[in-house]
């Protein structure tokens, strides 16, 4: 017969309070002051520079190509189109 390998030792810290859901089950609700959706309220919390800016400090670039993008985030307009010539 062949027998069944153990199964591996975990290491876990998650305490069984961590594991346990504490939401309504509905996707939760929001405060009556609160309006739109989430989408909405991400957007005005953070611009796309702000996105970009954070994405491309996240690349592995030299200090020069990182400028360089810096530069070409800063020349977008509102709506994220490079309208500066080039």
């Not at 346990?20 to 953070?46: H, L």
Request: net charge negative; glycine share 8%.
């Amino acid at each position: 017969p062949r027998e069944e390998p153990a199964p591996a030792e975990r290491d876990d810290d998650w305490s069984q309070d961590e594991l346990q859901w504490t939401g309504s089950g509905s996707g939760g609700s929001f405060d009556d002051d609160e309006s739109g959706d989430a989408a909405e309220r991400v957007a005005e919390s953070e611009t796309l520079a702000d996105h970009l800016l954070w994405q491309l400090h996240l690349s592995p670039l030299s200090p020069r190509d990182r400028q360089i993008g810096a530069l070409l985030i800063d020349a977008l307009d509102e709506d994220g189109y490079l309208r500066e010539p080039l």
